[in-house]
Nanobody, 127 residues
């Protein structure tokens, strides 16, 4: 079992940066795929980025307001942590950001595939 705690959210102006952290408990953290999702008020929870258990493969969302090129996911298995560096933030990036963990996921972008979730951290980008 894995417990996840996100941190690093806050209020930032458009064009600014934030670094989110996802700290995990459990000795088997390095066996889990980790994903970041976000949910804006009144909207569904959307995939943002994911990294496989050893960090060999990384995935980013590819939708209209894409994060690719602005966000970077990374992990440090020695520190049981995954990070989401967010640059050039836009007001439409405002949401609660969640990290999630799952084993051997066939699909990294579907929230239902993940078994464990953190409580989320609020990111607010002002214009």
């Amino acid at each position: 079992q894995v417990q996840l705690v996100e941190s690093g959210g806050g209020l930032v102006q458009a064009g600014g940066s934030l670094r989110l952290s996802c700290a995990a408990s459990g000795r088997t953290f390095s066996t889990y795929d980790i994903g970041w999702f976000r949910q804006a008020p009144g909207k569904e929870r959307d995939f943002v980025a994911a990294v496989t258990e050893k960090g060999r493969n990384i995935y980013y969302a590819d939708y209209a307001d894409s994060v690719k090129g602005r966000f970077t996911i990374s992990r440090d298995n020695f520190r049981n942590s995954v990070y989401l560096q967010m640059n050039s933030l836009k007001p439409e990036d405002t949401a609660v950001y969640y990290c999630a963990a799952g084993l051997g996921l066939r699909s990294k972008v579907r929230a239902v595939e993940y078994d464990y979730w953190g409580q989320g951290t609020q990111v607010t980008v002002s214009s």
